[in-house]
């Protein structure tokens, strides 16, 4: 376990950090946009937490978990000497994408099919929600650009893409089941 009685200690101050293999780079970097931008979502998990209940609250809960485990993963360069590596590392696994997949299902099977897109609203909870889902689709962006420069985990974008998906429909389910979903009306302010 890391203790971190110190939390400053400037070695950043010259605009540089270090990556779990202590490589140093710059804090613009590809790789640090893409976790940094993970740590955003993460956040914004916390928010969506303090207005859900029961079973969400629980997934948000474990998602939290699985976006520092992501974190760490892109954090982590050099995948391919993942065998060979002195530590196990840390990276996300096809089985946190398909328990994505299996809540999602689950939670859609009650929703109304949409016939129309919807608006980001409704309740406090769901507007959370799709902000965690647009914060997702961007961390998306930036591990998709990472893997076009550098290798990366494949199932670092499986994870985002699903989990993107599953803060949609779980926007509609605390949107007391897509009853208060706000459609959006095509060319209504014209």
């Given at each position: ?21 202590g490589d140093r ?46 974190g760490a993963d ?8 993942d065998a060979t ?106």
């Open positions: 376990m890391v203790v971190l009685n110190k939390i400053y200690t400037r070695a950043g101050d010259d605009g540089r950090t270090a990556l779990v293999s780079v710059d804090k613009h970097s590809t790789r640090v946009t893409a976790y940094g931008t993970v740590d955003e979502l993460n956040a914004v998990l916390g928010l969506a937490r303090l207005d859900v209940e029961g079973d969400i609250a629980a997934a948000l809960g474990r998602i939290q978990n699985d976006l520092f485990d992501l892109l954090a982590t360069p050099d995948i391919e000497n590596a002195q530590y196990p590392r840390l990276r996300i696994v096809a089985a946190q994408v398909d328990r994505l997949e299996r809540e999602i299902d689950a939670m859609n099977e009650n929703l109304e099919p949409l016939r129309s897109f919807i608006l980001p609203g409704g309740t406090r909870a769901a507007a959370h929600l799709h902000l965690a889902r647009t914060v997702c689709r961007r961390a998306e962006r930036h591990v998709v650009a990472l893997a076009a420069s550098e290798p990366t985990n494949p199932e670092a974008v499986r994870f985002l893409n699903r989990l993107s998906d599953w803060f949609f429909v779980a926007g509609r389910i605390v949107n007391d089941g897509g009853r208060a979903d706000v459609l959006w009306v095509p060319g209504a302010n014209r």
